[in-house]
Nanobody, 125 residues
Framework: QVQLVESGGGLVQAGDSLRLSCAAS????????VGWFRQAPGKEREFVAR????????YYADSVKGRFTISRDNAKNTVYLQMNSLNAEDTAVYYC??????????????????WGQGTQVTVSS
């Protein structure tokens, strides 16, 4: 089992920045890829970013490329999502998820085994 806890969400204005954290416990976190997904009201959950288990590869949705950065600190069992230049379309509940060991992760939520409870990000325009 892997337990994930997201934090760092909040209410910000357009153009502001936020850093989300995903803290993991339960297993050797460094063996697992991590993805960030988000779900806006009335919409399906969508891929945002992912990072490989070693942290050497990161991938982003086109909608956040150049604005968001995913990183990980395996010593702290934490993955971060730095979000800059936020706009109203970024408003959603953000979830982190862990995929199979020793893999690069997936853009598809079906590729993840464990999920956090989510953190709300609201961007006012």
């Amino acid at each position: 089992q892997v337990q994930l806890v997201e934090s760092g969400g909040g209410l910000v204005q357009a153009g502001d920045s936020l850093r989300l954290s995903c803290a993991a416990s339960g297993r050797t976190f460094s063996f697992y890829p991590v993805g960030w997904f988000r779900q806006a009201p009335g919409k399906e959950r969508e891929f945002v970013a992912r990072i490989s288990w070693r942290g050497g590869s990161a991938y982003y949705a086109d909608s956040v490329k150049g604005r968001f950065t995913i990183s990980r600190d395996n010593a702290k069992n934490t993955v971060y999502l730095q979000m800059n230049s936020l706009n109203a379309e970024d408003t959603a509940v953000y979830y982190c998820a862990v995929g199979p060991r020793y893999s690069g992760g997936s853009d598809d939520e079906k590729g993840y085994n464990y999920w956090g409870q989510g953190t709300q990000v609201t961007v006012s325009s």
